[in-house]
């Protein structure tokens, strides 16, 4: 019951709300349904090699529509300053490209083959439904190679 009290929640103020124009013009705009769209956008222009480490906010900033288009949405999202789409993948795809996000996917698809049938199963596919929605810092890319590392060693066991 609690969990989906809990979806429904998350999705009423992350995606159903941002998405009113209104709520545009009483609220902060940096939900995650507003500025993913700009982020796949810009991806799709340099989706080979991406925009290089650490340059989110150069592949934001440099959004034509923000400059052209009246929308109420985008007058807002220009003067955010975002460095992280707070969704890994979207993160691995505009920093690297395709070729940093099919090694990743690789490496993600060999530890569930090897995890199958195990209790690491479980550790991986939290962290990897969390990383969708959050920033992932140092402590987090510690845990994500401590599980593959005890995957690993499982695996040889």
């Known amino acids: 019951m609690f969990i989906t009290i809990s979806i429904f929640f998350f999705i009423q103020k992350e995606i159903l709300e941002p998405s009113n124009r209104e709520w545009l013009f009483h609220n902060a705009p940096e939900k995650r349904v507003i500025f993913w769209p700009v982020l796949l956008e810009q991806f799709s222009k340099r989706w080979i090699q991406g925009y ?63 995890a199958k049938g195990t209790f690491l199963l479980i550790p991986l596919v939290v962290y990897l439904i969390w990383i969708q929605f959050q920033i992932q810092g140092v402590s987090h890319l510690m845990y994500f190679w401590l599980i593959v590392g005890l995957i690993d060693q499982h695996s040889r066991n």
Not at 66 to 80: G, I, M
Not at 88 to 110: A, N, Q
């Open 52 to 114: 290089g480490l650490e340059n989110i906010d150069i592949a934001f900033d440099s959004y034509e529509k923000f400059h052209s288009a009246r929308s109420p949405t985008y007058y807002h999202l220009k003067n955010l300053n975002i460095d992280r789409a707070h969704n890994y993948i979207l993160d691995l795809l505009l920093f690297g490209g395709v070729l940093v996000f099919l090694p990743w996917v690789f490496l993600v698809w060999k530890m569930f083959e090897r």
